[in-house]
């Protein structure tokens, strides 16, 4: 809705339902994703990259809801490249209020994606057995953190930098939407620099590791 029109909306229903109403006048999520001009930089549709920032059409399949609810209210760098480059640096980006947070954290959770199969890992953070087998292909098979960063012994964050930070992967993403990822990611992001690993790793590996990667809190 344009601003003039919930204006003109909001003058009819009278002063006192104005302030009966939570929140401002921009009674939904997606209203405020509108007057909030997000859509200048994130697309919301899964057929139109954006040159700007992540695509949000998959919001909904891709983030926890606690996660994404508290980072709009309090930003911080995931990336430590300017998006879609190799060029070092963070983006500072618009906090919104915690009103706001919850309203459009609840309408980009309505935002999914059928490609991501719902319930494929299991709940909770991989333990005993799948826990060393994730370890081990996170680590070793293919070192992940070549290009990520993960907390360290002690909490200390290190890792390469060229693709987003996966230090909170554990609290910021579905298990489900990772392993969707890890098999298609040109899917979720057809310019991606990420390599393809539906090659090197069989369903049950891809399985385990976004299991294992739950535990990256
Ligand atoms: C000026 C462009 C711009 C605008 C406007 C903008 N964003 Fe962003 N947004 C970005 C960039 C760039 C990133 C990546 C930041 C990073 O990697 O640290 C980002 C990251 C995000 C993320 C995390 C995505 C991820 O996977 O890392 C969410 C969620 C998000 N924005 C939502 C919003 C919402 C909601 C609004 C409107 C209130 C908004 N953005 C407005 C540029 C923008
Ligand atoms: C050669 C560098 C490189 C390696 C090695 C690499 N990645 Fe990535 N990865 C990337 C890039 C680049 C992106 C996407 C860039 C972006 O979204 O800004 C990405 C994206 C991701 C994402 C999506 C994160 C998000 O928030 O959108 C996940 C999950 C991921 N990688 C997991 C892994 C796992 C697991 C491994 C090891 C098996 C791995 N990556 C190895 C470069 C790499």
């Known amino acids: 809705m344009k601003m003039s029109k919930v204006l003109s909306v909001v003058l ?13 006048v921009f009674a ?48 911080t760098p995931v990336r430590q490249v300017k998006w879609g480059t190799l060029t070092k640096g963070t983006t500072s980006h618009d906090a919104l209020s915690a009103g706001e947070a919850k309203e459009v954290a609840a309408y980009l959770a309505t935002l999914t994606d059928a490609k991501v199969a719902k319930g494929a890992v299991p709940a909770g953070e ?15 098979k293919q ?26 992967a554990g609290a910021r993403l579905q298990a489900d939407w990772i392993v969707a990822y890890l098999k298609d990611p040109n899917h979720f992001f057809p310019e991606t620099m990420s390599p393809n690993y539906s090659k090197r790793f069989n369903d049950n590996e891809m399985k385990t590791i976004a299991q294992y990667m739950m535990s990256f809190k």
Request: glycine share 16%.
């Open 28 to 75: 939904d999520g997606k209203a405020t994703f509108g007057a909030k001009k997000c859509g200048s930089c994130h697309s919301t549709d899964a057929a139109k990259a954006s040159d700007k920032a992540p695509n949000l059409s998959y919001a909904g399949s891709k983030y926890q809801a606690a996660w994404l609810e508290a980072w709009l209210a309090k930003p």
């Open 12 to 24: 009819a229903m009278g002063v006192g339902a104005v302030l009966a109403a939570p929140g401002n």
């Open 126 to 140: 991989a333990k005993g057995a799948a826990k060393v087998q994730g370890k081990l292909l996170f680590e070793k």
């Open 143 to 168: 070192g992940c953190y070549g290009c990520h960063l993960v907390k360290g012994s002690g909490g200390k964050v290190t890792g390469g930098f060229t693709g987003p930070s996966l230090a909170e």
